[in-house]
């Protein structure tokens, strides 16, 4: 049987900043299921990151799966049902998955008919038993009713949750194979853009903000879902993990090695939310480097100390700064860090010659002119520390399952019959319904017009660094206006 996997091609700049990500969620998955189906199961890989979505059409029609996987974002869904409609067209059987499914699984499975199923949370094991149950022929609602993670309708076509929530230990899961992946065409990408040979990967799932309770293999779903309900996050964020997971670190440090002597792999992104600051195990890796995340308040020296011990000197930290004010960074669900510290954290970067990469986010919940302002202001001077070499600046995005998100379905009848049953998210749209509920005066048009003025003055005060400029979370009308640098890309290496 043949399984196609796809991330389709986002439709507007929300995720920009990770053109060089592979889709690894999908490599898990077809890991997963190659290791235990073997000669059975033919699976290809569509990564919207490199092809388009009319090329992602023409090689659907070319493969004919007999089951497809989607794994959309919020800004790629449009694009998701395009490839869903046909591939069940041509007699697939159509299962979505990803953080925005996850959150919106009820409503695709109502207003979307050709989709059946949608995998909540993780789906290693849920894909397994999809495609085990059509080797032996199972059909209709006999194939996906009473799987965990998935959500379908019953014989009755009503829509209907699973009954348990599986949370593998990372232990259980198989390192991804890479070649999986056309990399012959992605390190063309990263190759162009400056990166060399770099590979993302993840040494974890999860952020050390949520649950610090011990995570149980199995839960009944409607303690899962008050579970997510309840996770201590950030006022944006639409993740729903349960806890914050690690690799043992000799595993992390077996998977660098591997890709460093399989695929001369220099650079490493480490895409997990929040970096493992508990380990310092060396990764014995020389002359590479690695991008992570961090969170502010976590850049101490102990802490640098930590990371360099395990990963070597070249470090780049990838760190939410978001707002300069207390009170905006209190609503966004950050913990307080006064300007003086910031500045004091950078400087001690510098010394080390530890990049950083810095992000902002203008309209967040409380946002005020003066309060957008002093973040402005704080990106401008931070754009003058020559270890600072990346500034990403955002409207703030409302991602389904997010508090930001349920807070303005709550705000009023009106965003409750507009956004509740709505599975197709205009992020234009929910962003400007949501400044006008939750901010004082300030319009999308507004927040729009001081990232383009802090772009402008940066570029005038830092002629000899190429410091990159970036945005997401807006469409390419509006990112063209903006005019953001990237450095990474060709267009920007031209000029």
């Given at each position: 049987?043949?399984?196609?996997?796809?991330?389709?091609?986002?439709?507007?700049?929300?995720?920009?900043?990770?053109?060089?990500?592979l889709?690894?969620?999908?490599?898990?998955?077809?890991?997963?299921?190659?290791?235990?189906?073997?000669?059975?199961?033919?699976?290809?890989?569509?990564?919207?990151?490199?092809?388009?979505?009319?090329?992602?059409?023409?090689?659907?029609?070319?493969?004919?799966?007999?089951?497809i996987?989607?794994?959309?974002?919020?800004?790629?869904?449009?694009n998701a049902?395009d490839?869903?409609?046909?591939?069940?067209?041509?007699?697939?059987v159509?299962v979505?998955?990803?953080?925005?499914?996850?959150?919106?699984?009820?409503?695709?499975?109502?207003?979307?008919?050709?989709?059946?199923?949608v995998?909540?949370?993780?789906?290693?094991?849920?894909?397994?038993?999809?495609?085990?149950?059509?080797?032996?022929?199972k059909?209709?609602?006999?194939?996906?009713?009473?799987?965990r993670?998935?959500?379908?309708?019953?014989?009755?076509?009503?829509?209907?949750g699973?009954?348990?929530?599986?949370?593998?230990?990372?232990?259980?899961?198989?390192n991804?194979?890479?070649?999986l992946?056309?990399?012959?065409?992605?390190?063309?990408?990263?190759?162009?853009?400056?990166?060399?040979?770099?590979?993302?990967?993840?040494?974890?799932?999860?952020?050390?903000k949520?649950?610090?309770?011990?995570?149980?293999s199995?839960?009944?779903?409607n303690?899962?879902?008050?579970?997510?309900?309840?996770?201590n996050?950030?006022?944006f964020?639409g993740?729903?993990?349960?806890?914050?997971?690690?690799?043992?670190?000799?595993?992390?440090k077996?998977i660098?090695q591997q890709?460093?002597e399989?695929?001369?792999?220099?650079?490493?992104?480490?895409?997990?939310?929040?970096?493992?600051?508990?380990?310092?195990?060396?990764?014995?890796?020389?002359n590479c480097?690695?991008r992570?995340?961090i969170?502010?308040e976590?850049?101490?020296r102990?802490?640098?100390?930590?990371?360099?011990?395990?990963?070597?000197?070249?470090?780049?930290?990838?760190?939410?700064?978001?707002?300069a004010?207390?009170h905006?960074r209190?609503s966004?669900?950050?913990?307080p860090?006064?300007?003086?510290?910031?500045?004091?954290?950078?400087?001690?970067?510098?010394?080390?010659?530890?990049?950083?990469?810095?992000?902002?986010?203008?309209?967040?919940?409380?946002?005020?002119?003066?309060?957008?302002?002093?973040s402005a202001?704080?990106?401008k001077?931070?754009?003058?520390?020559?270890n600072?070499?990346?500034?990403?600046?955002?409207?703030?995005?409302?991602?389904?399952?997010?508090?930001?998100?349920?807070?303005l379905?709550?705000?009023?009848?009106?965003?409750?019959?507009?956004?509740?049953?709505?599975?197709?998210?205009?992020?234009?749209d929910?962003?400007?319904?949501?400044?006008?509920?939750?901010t004082?005066?300030?319009?999308?048009?507004?927040?729009l017009?001081?990232?383009?003025?802090v772009f402008?003055?940066?570029?005038?005060?830092?002629l000899?660094?190429?410091?990159?400029?970036?945005?997401?979370?807006?469409?390419?009308?509006?990112?063209q206006?903006?005019?953001?640098?990237?450095?990474y890309?060709?267009?920007?290496?031209?000029?």
């Amino acid at each position: 049987m043949k399984m196609l996997l796809v991330y389709p091609e986002i439709q507007s700049s929300v995720t920009n900043t990770a053109t060089y990500s592979l889709p690894l969620g999908l490599g898990a998955i077809a890991t997963f299921c190659r290791k235990i189906f073997s000669a059975e199961l033919e699976i290809k890989i569509l990564d919207g990151s490199m092809i388009t979505h009319t090329e992602q059409l023409e090689n659907l029609e070319k493969f004919v799966p007999h089951i497809i996987g989607l794994s959309p974002t919020i800004a790629s869904m449009g694009n998701a049902y395009d490839l869903a409609r046909r591939a069940k067209e041509l007699g697939a059987v159509v299962v979505f998955g990803g953080i925005n499914s996850t959150n919106l699984w009820k409503q695709m499975l109502t207003n979307r008919s050709f989709i059946d199923a949608v995998v909540l949370y993780e789906g290693e094991e849920a894909m397994e038993e999809i495609i085990r149950r059509w080797i032996l022929g199972k059909r209709s609602t006999d194939l996906l009713i009473g799987i965990r993670n998935v959500a379908c309708r019953n014989e009755k076509g009503d829509v209907i949750g699973p009954e348990e929530i599986r949370v593998f230990n990372l232990k259980e899961l198989p390192n991804i194979d890479y070649d999986l992946f056309d990399l012959r065409r992605y390190f063309a990408q990263t190759m162009t853009r400056g990166f060399g040979r770099a590979l993302s990967y993840y040494a974890g799932k999860g952020c050390s903000k949520r649950s610090t309770t011990k995570m149980n293999s199995l839960y009944v779903f409607n303690e899962y879902s008050q579970r997510v309900r309840s996770m201590n996050t950030c006022s944006f964020c639409g993740r729903n993990e349960l806890g914050f997971r690690c690799l043992p670190s000799d595993r992390e440090k077996f998977i660098l090695q591997q890709l460093h002597e399989q695929y001369d792999v220099r650079g490493f992104f480490n895409v997990q939310d929040t970096v493992n600051l508990t380990d310092d195990t060396p990764v014995e890796l020389e002359n590479c480097w690695f991008r992570l995340f961090i969170g502010l308040e976590s850049i101490t020296r102990a802490n640098i100390d930590r990371l360099m011990r395990r990963y070597g000197p070249n470090l780049i930290l990838q760190a939410g700064v978001e707002a300069a004010t207390l009170h905006v960074r209190q609503s966004m669900g950050k913990i307080p860090i006064s300007e003086e510290k910031i500045f004091a954290n950078v400087e001690m970067l510098a010394k080390q010659n530890i990049q950083l990469h810095a992000s902002f986010i203008f309209g967040g919940r409380g946002e005020t002119k003066e309060s957008m302002n002093a973040s402005a202001s704080m990106a401008k001077q931070l754009a003058n520390y020559p270890n600072v070499t990346w500034i990403l600046i955002s409207p703030q995005l409302i991602l389904p399952g997010s508090p930001d998100y349920l807070r303005l379905l709550n705000s009023s009848e009106e965003m409750q019959n507009k956004w509740a049953s709505t599975d197709l998210i205009d992020i234009v749209d929910i962003n400007r319904d949501f400044l006008r509920h939750f901010t004082r005066g300030l319009s999308r048009e507004m927040i729009l017009d001081e990232i383009k003025s802090v772009f402008a003055d940066i570029r005038s005060q830092t002629l000899e660094q190429q410091l990159v400029l970036d945005v997401k979370g807006v469409i390419p009308k509006e990112e063209q206006d903006i005019a953001p640098r990237r450095y990474y890309c060709d267009e920007d290496k031209k000029q």
